[in-house]
C-alpha cells in the first residue's frame, strides 16, 4: 500500500536552532515528491518539487533533500515566521494525477 | 506566478439550502484541478479530480450527487454543496495543476464552511 509518513508530528524550536524534518514513503513507482507550507486556517503554499535520488532544492533557510525511501526539509536559523505546518505529498506512477499527501509536522518556533 | 483564487472565503448557511465555491487560476492555465477537504488538525483529503471540459472523477465515498464540480474552462472550476448538513461543515481547498508545469499543484488560500 502506498503510504507517506511525516515525522515528527510537532516540533518546537527556539529561534535560531536548526532541525530537520522528516518525510518517509512507500510507494511503488515515485513521480515527484512536494514539500508544502501551510499556515492556519489558509490553503498551502508551495515550496518544492524533487523528483530523484540526490536532488537537492534551497529557499531561504529552507533546503529539501530527496533519498531512495525518504525527504528531508532541513530548516536552518529558522526564524518565528517559519513556524507553520509543512506538508509533504508524493506523486505516483500508477495513481494519475493525484498526490497522496502526509500527515504533516507542525513546526512552532519560539523568539 | 501560479496563483489559485478562492471565493468566498467564508459562508455560513442554514441547513438544507446549497452553497458554491468558485476555484481561479489567476494568471496560468488549469487542466485539472483538485477539490480536497480539511479537518482540523488533519492534513487534506481530496475529494474529486476535475479536468476542463470533462465529468469530474471522485474519491471513494464522496457523494458526486452531493458536491457537485463543474470544471466550464480552464481556469475555473465551481465546487457546490447541495442541501447542505451539519456535518458538511469544513475547510475546502482547491488546487490547480498548471498545464505546462505537468506535476506541482496551487493551492488556493481555502473556503471555511459552516452549516446552521
Redesign the interface.
Known sequence: EDQVTQSPEALRLQEGESSSLNCSYTVSGL??L?W?RQDP??????LF?LYSAGEEKEKERLKATLTKKESFLHITAPKPEDSATY?C?V?IYNY????V????TRLSVLP | G?V?S?HPSRVICKSGTSVKIECRSLDFQAT?M?WYRQFPK???M?MA?SNEGSKATYEQGVEKDKFLINHASLTLSTLTVTSAHPEDSS?Y?C?A?DRVST????????T?LTVL
Not at chain 1, 96 to 99: E, K, L, P, R, T
Not at chain 2, 103 to 110: C, E
Open positions: 513521480r515527484g512536494f508544502y486556517g489558509k490553503g498551502p503554499e508551495f518539487t506538508l505529498a506523486r494519475g494525477q493525484n498526490f499527501f502526509g500527515p504533516g | 501560479a489559485v478562492q485539472t483538485f488533519q492534513s487534506l481530496l479530480t475547510f481547498i488546487s495543476r506535476d506541482t499543484q496551487y493551492f488556493g488560500p481555502g471555511r
